[in-house]
């Protein structure tokens, strides 16, 4: 058969034996009009996962805030807190399930039917998210159901994208998935401001909802049009699929793509018998428990900046900066507007701030000075908020004893609960605060929003900890993600303008944290990780 000759040639071995397992296609030449054509339309297909997971994180912070919403679910303001930390939060929870049941399916039954299986489960919890049931309890089995589909998605398209592409094509395709998300982010928020003027009636938080049906569904259909991942077909002994597959994506069957069929082979071998009697426990040895616990800081720093938190909760946070108060129920309508489009604003700013990293910032500058000045320009920025805020709070509080009576308390003693009173006007105090947000979220899409996923797989450099390092990491991320969403919603109502003053504590901490502990490892090679870690020229400062 016409693969079985390729199979059984020599393997084309690249001269680095420790070749980074995204890389060791070196040899693929250039894609042709019709091979870009495919990889074009394999990339928007599974990025509808990336869309569908940006829009379901950016809807819901907007749909909480309808009248409508309230009275389909019979709950008032005194509860509006614990629904809207329950709503998030288990989701969240959700995707950390999903994204480890889906390692044994994606392994067993392979990427496409994984994907397929996220899509349909996806689909089947927006459905029990917009029926007006008057049950809380339906609502959130709903955002469970839809958590399960966005963990599983999410850790399945990148592996699949990295699999299926060229390797001159890989990091610009492998950031398109981030760009999709703040794409999603981007529409959700907008659907959520135009849906303010909608009549309050149950279809203004069906709509929003019910539109995240369409990328669901276009990423579940597609998978029909696409081919099995070549790494998984080989892997699972299947040269001749395998072959029938790359020469789709590439759409040629010339020397070239003989070439890099015979390495995916080499790698494949290779592997295998790097990873062959690997035990859990090996995790725990000195050099690698170092790189998982680097691993796993950098999720948990990722989620705790308040990047996460203000996607989440955007209108509630600007409520905060324009109202003094975070729950935008109690506001004016002329208020409860200007939040979203704020928030709207804030969406369009992590889709221009992405963009740039990806065209000017990817792989021109280090990890660590990036990590570092991110973190440190959200720190000034959220500690700015935070004075500015309190400054506020206290010029406007008719009594000193009465506005210290709880350090960052987020109740008004004032009987009008929004002070704009009506106006949608911004004060000078309130376009300063929106502004620092504005460049901290800037900051963050340039630094800790894209970096931690090149980091993660640079820091598990090894073929046989790669797998169980990078799913231990995602799980960190997702349970990290999980007490966020959830707390959120108490520290808004709780500290108010500390919460801010917390993020911007945390954010000066992990600079900190990157620049005593994390080494440099952008355009190394993987035997001079593997000897950073083993000790080899490492300092205490995480630098060479």
């Known amino acids: 058969m016409r693969s079985s000759v390729l199979v059984t040639e020599d393997d084309v071995r690249p001269e680095d034996p420790l070749i980074q397992h995204a890389d060791e296609e070196s040899s693929a030449p250039l894609p042709s009009r019709h091979a870009l054509f495919r990889l074009y339309w394999l990339t928007a297909i599974v990025c509808c996962g990336g869309l569908l997971f940006g829009y379901d994180s950016g809807v819901i912070g907007g749909v909480l805030t309808f009248d409508s919403f309230h009275r389909s679910f019979r709950y008032t303001a005194k509860n509006e807190t614990r629904v809207s930390a329950i709503a998030v939060g288990v989701q969240q929870a959700g995707a950390l399930v999903g994204s480890l049941v889906i390692w044994p399916l994606t392994n067993r039954l392979g990427r496409r039917p994984a994907m397929a299986i996220c899509s349909f489960v996806f689909c089947a919890g927006v459905i029990f998210e917009v029926l007006d049931t008057h049950a ?98 080989l892997s699972h002994d299947r040269p001749d699929q395998a072959w029938d597959s790359l020469t789709w994506i590439r759409a040629s069957r010339g020397p070239e793509v003989k070439a890099e069929f015979r390495a995916m082979q080499s790698a494949i071998e290779r592997d295998a018998h790097a990873t062959a009697d690997f035990s859990p426990w090996e995790l725990l040895q000195r050099a690698n428990a170092h790189r998982l616990i680097l691993g796993v800081a950098l999720f948990v720093c990722q989620q705790s900046t308040g990047a996460t938190a203000m996607a989440y909760f955007g209108p509630q946070f600007f409520a905060l900066l324009v109202g ?221």
């Not at 981030?178 to 909608?198: E, K, P, R, V």
């Open 136 to 233: 809380r309890s339906a609502f959130y089995l709903g955002r469970v159901i839809c958590g399960l589909g966005i963990g599983g998605s999410a850790t399945v398209i990148p592996i699949y994208l990295t699999e299926m592409s060229p390797t001159s094509m890989r990091a610009r395709l492998g950031s398109c998935y981030q760009f999709t998300f703040t794409i999603g982010i981007l529409i959700s928020y907008w659907i959520d401001y135009g849906m303010q003027y909608a009549p309050s009636n149950a279809a203004q938080w069906q709509i929003p909802l019910a539109l995240q049906l369409i990328p669901g569904a276009l990423m579940g259909v597609g998978m029909l049009t696409l081919h099995e991942s070549v790494r998984w077909l």
């Open 324 to 544: 003094g108060r975070s729950d935008v129920s109690a506001a004016s309508d002329a208020t409860a507007r200007l939040t979203l489009l704020l928030t709207g604003i804030f969406g369009f700013l992590k889709v221009i701030s992405c963009l740039l990293f990806i065209v000017f910032v990817a792989d021109r500058f280090g990890r660590r000075p990036l990590l570092i000045l991110g973190a440190l320009a959200m720190s000034v920025c959220m500690l700015a908020t935070a004075v500015v805020l309190r400054a506020t709070s206290i010029a406007s509080s008719p009594s000193s004893s009465s506005s210290s009576s709880s350090a960052g308390s987020n109740h008004d003693p004032d009987p009008d609960p929004d002070p704009t009173h009506g106006s949608s006007s911004l004060s000078p105090a309130s376009l300063t605060t929106i502004l620092l947000i504005y460049l901290s979220i800037v900051a963050y899409n340039l630094s800790w929003g894209p970096l931690p996923w090149p980091c993660s797989a640079e820091l598990f450099s090894s073929a046989r900890i790669r797998e169980p390092g990078v799913a231990i990491g995602v799980a960190a991320q997702w349970l990290s993600n999980f007490g966020w969403s959830s707390a959120t919603p108490y520290l808004l109502q709780g500290l108010g303008w500390g919460t801010f003053g917390l993020f911007g504590v945390l954010d000066a901490g992990f600079a900190g944290l990157v620049y005593g502990f994390l080494p440099e490892t952008r355009g190394m090679r993987l035997e001079e990780i593997d000897s950073l870690f083993a000790g080899a020229g490492y300092a205490a400062g995480g630098r060479e």
